[in-house]
């Protein structure tokens, strides 16, 4: 998998290098370019950002700089540009993700969409955002999503970014190494995660939960689904709305 990410600030995405992300980058397993934005600039000033047409408070970032940069990263069709997985091969249609606050909520779904693609390209606003028509042309060769990570407002895309490429790279096969998959994560049954414990048996004066020394593997996974539903209707309960229930999970859930 590919990533680009075009920014205003490369060194905010430094941390995509860091850690399980740099071990990926350092397996192969993806590669990243960080773009400066201000490279596709014009002028003496670089400035990437103009005065909204109709009025209003902000700026809002050219759609000359951003055309520049997105056409250098993806050629359009018949500019004799690097060939690969551009426009002109319909298989692989690069994924354009432009994180912003009016986009629709990111979740677990999207991130094993995004995981199955060759190519992504990220375009990190600032101000109060992109013009438009850079998003609506840029469909014309790319699958285009505007996507939130939450209900709250961040200063740029940037940090949104790190948050998918993360949950996006733990997903690619050699990642995580030696986990019984992905199916144990939050989210992969639709419910919360419970709680964990490690040694000392008892900390402070707080025992582990008895069940969990019992060696007795159904009572543990029923332990377990029960405190996972516990926990889902304490604090989401939107998401249990949503998730397979059995008899014994009802049972649970009523008491
Ligand atoms: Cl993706 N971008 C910005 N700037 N703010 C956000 C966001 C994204 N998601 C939530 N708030």
Redesign the pocket.
């Known amino acids: 998998m590919r990533l680009d990410v075009v920014t205003v600030f490369p060194d905010y995405l430094a941390p995509l290098r860091l850690a399980l992300l740099g071990r990926a980058v350092d397996r192969g397993i993806v590669e990243v370019g960080v773009h400066d934005l201000r490279a596709w600039t014009h002028d003496v000033h670089k400035s990437v950002d103009d005065t909204p047409f109709g009025g209003g408070p902000g700026m809002v970032m050219r759609p000359t700089v951003w055309g520049d940069a997105l056409d250098d990263l993806v050629p359009p069709a018949g500019t004799g540009g690097a060939t690969g997985s551009t426009a002109s091969d319909p298989d692989s249609r690069p994924l354009l993700i432009v ?3 009016a ?1 629709r909520p990111f979740s677990q779904a999207d991130a094993h969409r995004y995981a199955r693609r060759r190519r992504i390209v990220f375009a990190c606003g600032r101000y109060e955002g992109i013009d438009q028509r850079v998003v609506d042309e840029a469909s014309e060769r790319m699958d285009v999503e505007e ?4 209900d ?6 940037e940090v ?1 970014v790190l948050v998918i490429a993360e949950a996006v790279v733990r997903l690619l096969p050699g990642v995580l190494g030696n986990r019984r998959s992905h199916e144990e994560d939050s989210f992969s049954d639709g419910l919360l995660e419970g709680p964990s414990y490690t040694r000392p048996e008892v900390w402070r004066d707080r025992p582990v939960p008895e069940v969990l020394k019992s060696g007795d593997h159904a009572r543990i996974a029923r332990w377990r689904r029960d405190e996972s539903l516990r926990r889902t209707a304490e604090r989401r309960p939107d998401l249990l709305r949503r998730a397979a229930l059995g008899a014994a999970d009802l049972q649970t859930l009523a008491e």
């Not at 996507?147 to 939450?150: A, K, Q």
């Open positions: 994180p912003t606050p986009g996507v939130s990570i939450g709250y407002v961040l200063i740029g895309g949104a």
